[in-house]
């Protein structure tokens, strides 16, 4: 079974940190794009930041560019979002997710594994 699992979400004050992390079993994505997706209450998915198969790569919504990461090792067939600087306004559930090609875009319809959501709420 494949199975894409977020972690390391939490509740943080505007200007702290937090990690995330996305661990895929069942398959490698090795070969694959993935990507961050967000969704706050009452608002539509959007992506946050996406990279390409190898990290070579990586692309951010405007909204957290300067202040988030994206990663990967595909040794441990993980990815990584650093969140710096938080705002009250990145408070969503995040989503990690993996498309078929080795370089996607922001179109979350062409993502076709999904994790089931981690939330991060930040306080002002």
């Known amino acids: 079974q494949v199975r894409l699992v977020e972690s390391g979400g939490g509740l943080v004050q505007a200007g702290g940190s937090l990690r995330l992390s996305c661990a895929a079993s069942?398959?490698?994505?090795?070969?694959?794009?993935m990507g961050w997706f967000r969704q706050a209450p009452g608002k539509q998915r959007e992506g946050v930041a996406r990279?390409?198969?190898?990290?070579?790569?990586?692309y951010y919504a405007d909204s957290v560019k300067g202040r988030f990461t994206i990663s990967r090792d595909n040794a441990k067939n993980t990815m990584y979002l650093q969140m710096n600087s938080l705002k009250p306004e990145d408070t969503a559930v995040y989503y990690c997710a993996a498309a078929p090609s080795s370089n996607e875009g922001w179109d979350s319809s062409y993502y076709n594994y999904w994790g089931q959501g981690t939330q991060v709420t930040v306080s002002s």
């Open positions: 990279i390409n198969w190898n990290g070579g790569s990586t």
């Open positions: 069942g398959r490698t994505f090795s070969s694959n794009a």
